[in-house]
T-cell receptor, first 114, second 113 residues
Framework: DAGVIQSPRHEVTEMGQEVTLRCKPI?????LFWYRQTMMRGLELLIY????????DSGMPEDRFSAKMPNASFSTLKIQPSEPRDSAVYFC????????????FGQGTRLTVV | AQSVTQLGSHVSVSEGALVLLRCNYS??????LFWYVQYPNQGLQLLLK??????LVKGINGFEAEFKKSETSFHLTKPSAHMSDAAEYFC???????????FGTGTRLLVSP
């Protein structure tokens, strides 16, 4: 398997624009996680899905953020409208449905909102 | 709720010296504990994990960690640092029945020649 695949790797957008980040989890994994990493706040869990169903979105900062998982092999994280403070690295991760297994991370998307 | 605390945002060692990165956990249930490493501009990569099979866990790149329930600790060690070990290290916990990983704030390891 190629691992967790995220696209794009880098995104630069203007404030107010819509941004869509994409993730393809490892085939067979039941859980998908979206994390955000910043210098100030470290690694934050935004939302996670189990079998395509959102389980916990308490980490989503505002209504401007939304995430979907239309099928087992694809998820999106959308920010609309984007703001400079959304600039961060966004990671997608996936795992099997057992507590003793690790999450596998993608390479991340570095988002810069100017 | 599960949580982890990593002591020291930065640790500096000389090449060849012992590496010790500290992690203490809080969990109301027997925890599963993980150490991840992040190299610049990359995602997080698993170093090792504790899943109750053995208290001393060996991972990749010569790292190991010991689970100590009495101290609620899971410190990461390596006998001899290498320049390539310079990276950020994250401790994480997942409680039984809870699928999300909770990460510590990370420790940046600096290795000098």
């Amino acid at each position: 398997d190629a691992g967790v695949i995220q696209s794009p790797r880098h995104e630069v957008t203007e404030m107010g624009q819509e941004v869509t980040l994409r993730c393809k989890p490892i085939s067979g994994h039941d859980y998908l996680f979206w994390y955000r990493q910043t210098m100030m706040r470290g690694l934050e869990l935004l939302i996670y899905f189990n079998n395509n169903v959102p389980i916990d979105d308490s980490g989503m900062p505002e209504d401007r953020f939304s995430a979907k998982m239309p099928n087992a092999s694809f998820s999106t994280l959308k920010i609309q409208p984007s703001e400079p403070r959304d600039s961060a690295v966004y990671f997608c991760a996936s795992s099997w449905d057992t507590a003793n297994t690790e999450a596998f991370f993608g390479q991340g998307t570095r988002l810069t909102v100017v | 709720a599960q949580s982890v605390t990593q002591l020291g945002s930065h640790v500096s060692v000389s090449e060849g010296a012992l590496v010790l990165l500290r992690c203490n956990y809080s969990s109301s249930v027997p925890p599963y504990l993980f150490w991840y490493v992040q190299y610049p501009n990359q995602g997080l990569q698993l170093l090792l994990k504790y899943t109750s099979a053995a208290t001393l866990v060996k991972g990749i790149n010569g790292f190991e960690a010991e689970f100590k329930k009495s101290e609620t600790s899971f410190h990461l060690t390596k006998p001899s640092a290498h320049m390539s070990d310079a990276a950020e290290y994250f401790c994480a916990v997942r409680g039984t029945g809870f699928q999300k990983l909770v990460f510590g704030t990370g420790t940046r390891l600096l290795v000098s020649p």
